[in-house]
T-cell receptor, first 115, second 111 residues
Framework: EADIYQTPRYLVIGTGKKITLECSQTMGHDKMYWYQQDPGMELHLIHYSYGVNSTEKGDLSSESTVSRIRTEHFPLTLESARPSHTSQYLC??????????????FGQGTRLTVV | GQQVMQIPQYQHVQEGEDFTTYCNSSTTLSNIQWYKQRPGGHPVFLIQLVKSGEVKKQKRLTFQFGEAKKNSSLHITATQTTDVGTYFCAGPMDSNYQLIWGAGTKLIIKP
């Protein structure tokens, strides 16, 4: 089983609130990702990081921000939650092997509902 | 830009029937990965194919990578209820090895 953890698993929050979704991995992986996914639908990359102090925006326009101060920790912050942010957020990581990366290991996800 | 297209979006089968999902990339891929996501769960890595024309088997699952390394398929023989879920393919972008994901194929077992 992969050692990547997300908290909380479920979150219901009011519009306008600031929230941080936590993601930690103990595998020492350099690369980490955040995906947004509606149930059973495709994965949309919102942020990724190649390592400490490296963050990039993904394909899906997002009002969230991320930070990577430590290798193992990659939190996602929404400054002002809106109902349109209601979704599942999946964190993942992968290791670099030479010029390529290994498969992605996913956390169990945070299911966010904004009311 | 690079795209990975996956079909069909859904496949309804009777238990015991076969299931196949196909991935097509707009460019040659260095490798292709397959993942399974159970309902309510998270994607879990199944396999990676690297070589042109490669075929790999995992029990009832057969994975193929095309000769041109632009397409791939996953075939499940004699589906069981434990196979239910969404199957995703993913391949790395040329520029930064970022994974590009297919939209997934949902396997549904008819009651």
């Amino acid at each position: 089983e992969a050692d990547i953890y997300q908290t909380p698993r479920y979150l219901v929050i009011g519009t306008g609130k600031k929230i941080t979704l936590e993601c930690s991995q103990t595998m020492g992986h350099d690369k980490m990702y955040w995906y947004q996914q509606d149930p059973g639908m495709e994965l949309h990359l919102i942020h990724y990081s190649y390592g400490v102090n490296s963050t990039e925006k993904g394909d899906l326009s997002s009002e969230s921000t991320v930070s990577r101060i430590r290798t193992e920790h990659f939190p996602l912050t929404l400054e002002s939650a809106r109902p349109s942010h209601t979704s599942q957020y999946l964190c993942a990581s992968s290791a670099q092997q030479g010029w390529r990366y290994t498969e992605a290991f996913f956390g169990q996800g945070t299911r966010l509902t904004v009311v | 830009g690079q795209q990975v297209m996956q079909i069909p979006q859904y496949q309804h089968v009777q238990e015991g029937e076969d299931f196949t999902t196909y991935c097509n990339s707009s460019t040659t891929l260095s490798n292709i990965q397959w993942y399974k996501q159970r309902p309510g769960g998270h994607p879990v890595f199944l396999i990676q194919l690297v070589k042109s024309g490669e075929v790999k088997k995992q029990k009832r699952l057969t994975f193929q990578f095309g000769e041109a390394k632009k397409n791939s398929s996953l075939h499940i023989t004699a589906t069981q209820t434990t196979d239910v879920g969404t199957y995703f393919c993913a391949g790395p972008m040329d520029s930064n090895y970022q994974l590009i994901w297919g939209a997934g194929t949902k396997l549904i077992i008819k009651p």
